[in-house]
């Protein structure tokens, strides 16, 4: 019997699943994911852990929480896409499922120049408004020079974003595909790729422009070779046209309003605090929470390993009415986050401090023990939602989470505000842990057991 299952698994993870069984075919596109997700994300950890020390020893506290900060703003740049890659992927696991791929194409081209036209409205919007915008009295940056060095780096920032953006639908596009190993394997192309660019800019005793062109530019790269090898070589036979189909578009955008509004929220909760500490507390103080929120982050690494692939898998299943299936891969899912991501947030509880010290120095160790509480709180309600998300977003049914998760946002940062100047950085983590916990955790919890109740979903028609 044991052997039996060893051979099972040894053959879905070589891609030979038995034919016309779409259970086995499923577990064995998350078991490839899952498979090279761990590299993806190991590579990844062991780049961000690399390049924490480094940046921050080559930047000095105040200018590393400024080049955290900007990153925090970039990642609402990508804001412009509305949502749409993951409107994209949805439409896609269902195109795929069906074998259309003539709407496929459409899906991809008209995702393709949506996100291109997005893309030059926000270059333009950003040329428009970078000049009277006072980056100082945002940051609280008190030196004219290092002022200055903050706004050429973010003109560089939002320059190679606009270049970049088409691009983001490339892994989701393997993704949809069952493909998730393939994305996974660029995924740790595009680390490497920013990981050299980061330290020939170190090396190069650039301040913080060219370590952000170095970076960002690496990654850059690595995501325009990624598209022109899926689309010139893999899959050629989706490659964008110059037609953009208008029920294509209300099908993308239909499903992408609510990824919009969970992205908003999402970038709220997690995007915001850097921002807040900085102009309330001085960007010097952004080194502590960012290091330790980093660290508390990858609770979450067990579950990213296999959640996209998941997701994708579940919204096929969706389409075509396998509920016992999702049900079976829901409970699974959900018992593999609550072992793997409890243990990890004990074991953080109780040594966050001895893991900073050795992995960046003294300098980033919380001020307050109450910091590492409020984290373990956060990252605790984080592998929780995983699951729930998954399931939500995988059967298109995220509209009534997204307006929870956005009150939980909203919540989360006026609390921020309103806490930090008399609480520290502590307030804003106590803030974000509480909302998010109370208001959008229990209403996801009830809305996923709804719909796990459900005997046959309605077919998506395509």
Same mark, same amino acid.
């Given at each position: 019997?044991?052997?039996?299952?060893?051979?099972?698994?040894?053959?879905?993870?070589?891609?030979?699943?038995?034919?016309?069984?779409?259970?086995?075919?499923?577990?064995?596109?998350?078991?490839?994911?899952?498979?090279?997700?761990?590299?993806?994300?190991?590579?990844?950890?062991?780049?961000?852990?690399?390049?924490?020390?480094?940046?921050?020893?080559?930047?000095?506290?105040?200018?590393?929480?400024?080049?955290?900060?900007?990153?925090?703003?970039?990642?609402?740049?990508?804001?412009?896409?509305?949502?749409?890659?993951?409107?994209?992927?949805?439409?896609?696991?269902?195109?795929?499922?069906?074998?259309?791929?003539?709407?496929?194409?459409?899906?991809?081209?008209?995702?393709?120049?949506?996100?291109?036209?997005?893309?030059?409205?926000?270059?333009?919007?950003?040329?428009?408004?970078?000049?009277?915008?006072?980056?100082?009295? #945002?940051?609280?940056?008190?030196?004219?020079?290092?002022?200055?060095?903050?706004?050429?780096?973010?003109?560089?920032?939002?320059?190679?974003?606009?270049?970049?953006?088409?691009?983001?639908i490339v892994s989701r596009i393997y993704i949809a595909s069952q493909q998730g190993e393939i994305a996974n394997l660029w995924g740790v192309a595009n680390t490497i790729g920013g990981l050299l660019g980061l330290v020939l800019a170190i090396f190069a005793h650039g301040e913080i422009p060219v370590l952000v062109f170095g970076f960002s530019g690496g990654q850059t790269i690595v995501s325009i070779v990624s598209?022109?090898?899926?689309?010139?070589?893999?899959?050629?036979?989706?490659?964008?046209?110059?037609?953009? *189909?208008?029920? *294509?578009?209300?099908?993308? =955008?239909?499903?992408?309003?609510? =990824? =919009?509004?969970?992205?908003?929220?999402?970038?709220?909760?997690?995007?915001?605090?850097?921002?807040?500490?900085?102009?309330?507390?001085?960007?010097?103080?952004?080194?502590?929470?960012?290091?330790?929120?980093?660290?508390?982050?990858?609770?979450?690494?067990?579950q990213q390993l296999v959640g996209a692939n998941i997701w994708a898998a579940i919204g096929e299943s969706y389409s075509k009415g396998d509920i016992a299936w999702i049900r079976r891969i829901f409970f699974r899912y959900f018992a593999f986050s609550i072992i793997f991501g409890g243990l990890l947030i004990l074991t953080l509880a109780l040594y966050a401090d001895i893991i900073i010290k050795a992995w960046v120095?003294?300098?980033?160790?919380?001020?307050?023990?109450?910091?590492?509480?409020?984290?373990?709180?956060?990252?605790?309600?984080?592998?929780?939602?995983?699951?729930?998300?998954?399931?939500?977003?995988?059967? /298109?049914?995220?509209?009534?989470?997204? =307006?929870?998760?956005?009150?939980?946002?909203?919540?989360? #940062?006026?609390?921020?505000?309103?806490?930090?100047?008399?609480? /520290?950085?502590?307030?804003?983590?106590?803030?974000?842990?509480?909302?998010?916990?109370?208001?959008?955790?229990?209403?996801?919890?009830?809305?996923?057991?709804?719909?796990?109740?459900?005997?046959?979903?309605?077919?998506?028609?395509?």
């Amino acid at each position: 019997m044991v052997s039996h299952k060893i051979k099972l698994v040894s053959s879905l993870l070589m891609g030979r699943e038995p034919k016309g069984n779409d259970s086995l075919r499923r577990y064995g596109s998350i078991l490839r994911g899952g498979a090279t997700a761990v590299i993806a994300k190991a590579v990844a950890a062991l780049a961000g852990f690399a390049s924490v020390p480094l940046t921050l020893g080559h930047l000095g506290p105040e200018r590393y929480g400024l080049w955290a900060s900007l990153y925090s703003i970039l990642a609402w740049l990508y804001m412009a896409d509305l949502g749409l890659t993951n409107g994209l992927m949805n439409a896609l696991s269902e195109a795929f499922g069906k074998q259309r791929q003539d709407l496929a194409r459409e899906y991809v081209s008209t995702a393709f120049w949506g996100l291109s036209g997005m893309a030059l409205l926000v270059g333009a919007g950003i040329l428009g408004t970078f000049q009277w915008l006072d980056w100082s009295a #945002v940051m609280n940056i008190r030196s004219a020079a290092v002022s200055t060095e903050f706004r050429l780096a973010m003109a560089v920032a939002a320059g190679l974003f606009v270049i970049n953006l088409p691009f983001s639908i490339v892994s989701r596009i393997y993704i949809a595909s069952q493909q998730g190993e393939i994305a996974n394997l660029w995924g740790v192309a595009n680390t490497i790729g920013g990981l050299l660019g980061l330290v020939l800019a170190i090396f190069a005793h650039g301040e913080i422009p060219v370590l952000v062109f170095g970076f960002s530019g690496g990654q850059t790269i690595v995501s325009i070779v990624s598209g022109a090898w899926l689309f010139g070589k893999a899959k050629p036979e989706i490659r964008p046209n110059f037609i953009i *189909s208008r029920p *294509s578009l209300d099908r993308i =955008f239909g499903v992408s309003v609510s =990824f =919009f509004i969970s992205q908003l929220a999402t970038l709220m909760l997690f995007q915001s605090a850097n921002i807040i500490i900085s102009h309330f507390l001085g960007p010097e103080q952004v080194a502590p929470y960012q290091v330790t929120w980093m660290l508390f982050y990858y609770v979450t690494l067990p579950q990213q390993l296999v959640g996209a692939n998941i997701w994708a898998a579940i919204g096929e299943s969706y389409s075509k009415g396998d509920i016992a299936w999702i049900r079976r891969i829901f409970f699974r899912y959900f018992a593999f986050s609550i072992i793997f991501g409890g243990l990890l947030i004990l074991t953080l509880a109780l040594y966050a401090d001895i893991i900073i010290k050795a992995w960046v120095g003294p300098q980033a160790i919380p001020s307050s023990e109450e910091m590492i509480y409020w984290m373990s709180a956060w990252a605790g309600v984080l592998v929780v939602l995983q699951p729930l998300i998954a399931v939500l977003g995988g059967v /298109g049914k995220l509209k009534e989470y997204s =307006f929870f998760s956005l009150l939980a946002a909203l919540v989360a #940062v006026l609390g921020g505000i309103s806490t930090v100047e008399a609480y /520290g950085s502590v307030g804003v983590i106590a803030s974000t842990a509480i909302s998010i916990g109370t208001l959008t955790m229990i209403p996801a919890l009830y809305l996923t057991s709804q719909l796990l109740k459900i005997k046959k979903p309605p077919l998506c028609n395509i």
